[in-house]
């Protein structure tokens, strides 16, 4: 089964990298790159079709006590 396709191109998506501050090399970006359509359904099912906001999310606003 083939990957869902990313709804962003490769440069919007070295733009985001780019964002993050992340120091990704150009293989780790392809293989990310590469499953990026699966990333978004995923965000998209939490936050149930887009209708949520993103802060309802527990685990993004949860911070675990050390």
Same mark, same amino acid.
């Given at each position: 089964?083939?990957?869902? *396709?990313?709804? !962003? ?7 985001? /990298? ?11 970006? @392809?293989?990310?790159?590469?499953? $990026?359509? $699966? !990333?978004? +359904?995923? +965000?998209?099912?939490?936050? @149930? ?6 802060? /309802?999310?527990? +685990? !993004?606003?949860? *911070?675990? !006590?050390?």
């Amino acid at each position: 089964m083939p990957a869902p *396709k990313a709804t !962003i191109t490769r440069d919007e998506f070295d733009a985001r /990298v780019r964002q993050t501050g992340l120091p990704l090399n150009e293989s780790q970006k @392809a293989e990310f790159f590469a499953v $990026y359509g $699966y !990333i978004e +359904a995923m +965000a998209e099912r939490v936050r @149930a079709g887009g209708h949520r906001r993103r802060e /309802v999310e527990p +685990a !993004i606003v949860f *911070k675990p !006590i050390r």
